[in-house]
C-alpha cells in the first residue's frame, strides 16, 4: 500500500518524495524525468524541486520503490462534521464487471461520507463553459490548452513561456465540483466551512500538489486528497454488500448525474471529444506532450486552425495515474462499457456562470531553468556550457549524475559538480597522466 502522510499546507510543495534508504543510485528515474529535475549525488538521488512538475514518471520506473506519493489519511474523515467526497471519473474504471457507476457512489455514502459530487458532472459543466467561450471568441488565445492536468500546466509554466496564455480560464474539474458541492453542503447544513471536509479521490501526484498548491487559485476548496489506491480495497465489500442487499440501503438519485460526457474524461480523448468540435488535439504520455508543445511554440500547427489541445502527462489520460490500481488501457475499456447506455451529459449551466468557474490568479512563466540571475550573466554562462560540452564525449550516459552532457556542463557552469565526475574526462585525463609518468620512466 502506498504511504500515507498528513500533509501540510505549504509553499512549493511537490507531492513526491523520495526514501533514501531505498534508492541504490541507479539512473532509471534520471534518464525518464521530463524536465531534468534529478540528479544522482552521493550515489543517492536528489530532486531538484523548482523543475519538478510532479508528474510521477519517476514513480513507475524506480525499480527499488524509492519514489513516492503522499497523500491524505482516510482517518483524516474524522476532523470535520460533514464530509463530501468528489470521486472523478477514472475510479469506476478501477472495478471490474462495473455495469452502474451509483454502485461506487452509494458505496463511498456507506464508507461514512455525508454526500458525494461527482467530478464528472462537474467535468460536463467545465466543457459547457469553454465551448461556450470558443464559440464567442472570448478566449485571449487559441488553441486553448486544457487546465486538467495540473502536471501539464506545471510544464507550461516553466519550459513554454510563449504558450501560458493560450491555457484555458477555466478551473479544472476537480475545483469546479468542489465549490458546487460546498455550495450545497452549505445551504443543507448551516455548518461554517471549516466543519465542513472535501475530500478528492485522486489518481495521481499531480491532483495532490494542484490541491496544495493550486495554479490559477488562490487557495482551493479542496481539504484533502485521498489516493484511489487507498480507497479502492474498502469500496470493494461495501459494493459486494449493498450489491446483494438492494432493500437495506436507501441513498438520494441525485448523486448520480453525470452523463457520457463527464464520464468519458477520466481517459485520453474524453475531454476533447466532449467539446463537440472536430478542430482539437489530444496527446497522452508526458513525452509526448512535450512534443507537441515544442510544435506548437514552433507554429507546426499553424495551418491546422486548432481550437482546443487537450494533454495529459500520463499514458491513457488520467486513467494512468501512478495513484490508480487498474492498467490504463483496461481502465479506458471499462470506461467506455460503463458509458455505453448513459446520457449524452447529465448536468447543464444554469442560465449565469458562476464566478467559481474561472481562475481568479494569473498563471505565469518561472523561468527555472535560466542560467544566471541577469541576462549579462546568463550569456556568460552559455558560453562556458558550450565550452563544457566541447569537452564532454556526447553519450549522455548518465554516469555523471546528470540525464546528459549539456545537464552536467550546466551544473558545473552553476559550480554545482565538477568536469571530473564526467567518468569518460576523468578516465582520459586518467590515461593521460599514466602515459606521461611512463613517458618519464622510458626517458
Not at 484555458?168 to 468542489?178: D, G, I, R, Y
Request: proline share 5%; hydrophobic share 35%; glycine share 6%.
Amino acid at each position: 500500500m502506498k504511504e500515507m502522510i498528513q500533509l501540510e499546507k505549504r509553499e512549493f510543495f511537490h507531492s513526491i518524495r523520495l526514501d533514501a534508504s531505498l534508492c541504490k543510485g541507479c539512473i532509471n528515474c534520471l534518464k525518464r524525468c521530463p524536465t531534468e529535475a534529478i540528479r544522482i549525488r552521493k550515489g543517492k538521488a536528489a530532486i531538484k524541486k523548482e523543475y519538478c512538475t510532479d508528474c510521477g514518471e519517476c514513480i513507475r520506473v524506480c525499480p527499488h520503490h524509492a519514489k513516492k506519493s503522499t497523500f491524505d489519511s482516510l482517518d483524516s474523515m474524522a476532523d470535520y462534521e460533514y464530509k463530501i467526497a468528489l470521486p472523478p471519473p477514472e475510479l469506476y474504471a478501477q472495478f471490474n464487471n462495473l455495469e452502474e457507476k451509483s454502485l461506487v457512489l452509494n458505496a463511498l455514502l456507506a464508507f461514512g461520507f455525508d454526500d458525494v459530487y461527482e467530478v464528472a458532472a462537474a467535468a460536463e459543466l467545465v466543457s459547457e463553459i469553454t465551448r461556450k467561450l470558443i464559440k464567442e471568441s472570448h478566449i485571449n488565445k487559441l488553441p486553448v490548452i486544457s487546465s486538467a492536468c495540473p502536471s501539464v500546466i506545471r510544464l507550461i509554466r516553466v519550459k513554454f513561456p510563449n504558450l501560458v496564455e493560450n491555457i484555458s480560464p477555466v478551473v479544472n474539474p476537480a475545483e469546479m465540483a468542489a465549490n458546487a458541492a460546498l455550495k450545497r453542503a452549505i445551504i443543507r447544513t448551516r455548518l461554517p466551512r471549516e466543519k465542513i471536509g472535501v475530500f478528492y479521490i485522486t489518481p495521481c501526484s499531480a491532483k495532490v500538489t494542484d490541491i496544495y498548491s493550486p495554479l490559477g487559485t488562490g487557495k482551493s476548496q479542496i481539504d484533502k486528497a485521498v489516493a484511489i489506491s487507498d480507497i479502492y480495497p474498502r469500496l470493494l465489500p461495501l459494493m459486494k454488500d449493498i450489491a446483494a442487499n438492494e432493500g437495506k440501503y436507501e441513498f438520494p438519485k441525485e448523486i448520480n448525474k453525470a452523463g457520457r460526457i463527464g464520464v468519458s474524461w477520466g481517459a485520453h480523448g474524453g475531454e476533447a471529444g466532449g467539446l463537440l468540435t472536430d478542430n482539437y488535439l489530444a496527446v497522452d504520455g508526458i513525452e509526448n506532450v512535450i512534443q507537441a508543445l515544442e510544435d506548437l511554440e514552433d507554429s507546426k500547427f499553424h495551418n491546422h486552425k486548432l481550437e482546443f489541445i487537450e494533454l495529459n502527462a500520463c499514458s491513457g489520460g488520467c486513467v494512468g495515474g501512478v495513484l490508480a490500481v487498474e492498467n490504463p488501457y483496461m481502465a479506458k475499456v471499462k470506461l467506455n462499457i460503463l458509458r455505453k447506455y448513459l446520457p449524452v451529459s447529465g448536468t447543464r449551466m444554469d442560465e449565469k456562470v458562476p464566478p467559481y468557474a474561472y481562475h481568479d490568479e494569473k498563471i505565469e512563466f518561472q523561468p527555472v531553468f535560466r542560467l544566471g540571475e541577469t541576462v549579462e550573466e546568463s550569456i556568460n554562462l552559455m558560453k562556458k556550457v558550450d565550452e563544457l560540452i566541447n569537452k564532454f564525449p556526447g553519450l549522455d550516459c548518465g554516469c555523471c549524475g546528470a540525464p546528459t552532457c549539456r545537464a552536467h556542463a550546466e551544473d558545473v557552469a552553476r559550480n554545482l559538480t565538477t568536469e571530473n565526475e564526467c567518468i569518460h574526462r576523468l578516465k582520459k585525463s586518467i590515461y593521460k597522466s599514466s602515459e606521461s609518468e611512463l613517458t618519464v620512466h622510458e626517458s
